[in-house]
């Protein structure tokens, strides 16, 4: 698979990557240990490819949608949202499982429409997000 549509991230991104990975983390365990909720959802509607390319170093390290796939306790599902085409399908290609689920466009749209009421409080079903809202040149929610 090829490398050219991977983000080249500067030396922020794996310390910002490591706090959006230990939060989610603890709010899994944490929201796992409720035994009244019924479904944990992980959000990201800036998902990317999955994969970044470090500008320090120029090696593949893992995106959010990556990291979150590899805490346990496990979430019950995972949204990742995605506007551009080719990242959506990368991300698409390399996770390929049932409690995964890639959509491509305006995450504004999508939340609304096919993911917020997926995780309805009374349902007892929670949403973690996590978005990036330093992402350049995306659309960013400004109402969620």
């Not at 979150?68 to 551009?84: G, K």
């Not at 929670?126 to 992402?135: E, M, V």
Request: proline fraction near 6%; charge should be positive.
């Amino acid at each position: 698979m090829s490398n050219h549509h991977l983000d080249t991230v500067g030396y922020w991104a794996e310390p910002k990557l490591l706090i959006v990975e230990e939060y989610a983390k603890a709010s899994a365990q944490v929201l796992k240990d409720q035994p009244f909720i019924k479904h944990i959802a992980y959000i990201d509607a800036f998902a990317g490819a999955g994969t970044h390319v470090s500008k320090t170093t120029g090696e593949l390290i893992h995106g959010s949608p990556a990291r979150a796939l590899a805490i346990r306790p496990r979430f019950t599902y995972h949204h990742f949202i995605e506007m551009e085409g080719t990242r959506a399908r990368r991300l698409r290609q390399t996770n390929p499982q049932p409690d995964v689920t890639v959509c491509q466009g305006d995450c504004n749209e999508i939340l609304l429409g096919e993911v917020f009421p997926e995780c309805r409080y009374e349902d007892f079903r929670r949403p973690l997000p996590a978005q990036d809202q330093s992402a350049r040149g995306r659309r960013r929610s400004r109402d969620l």
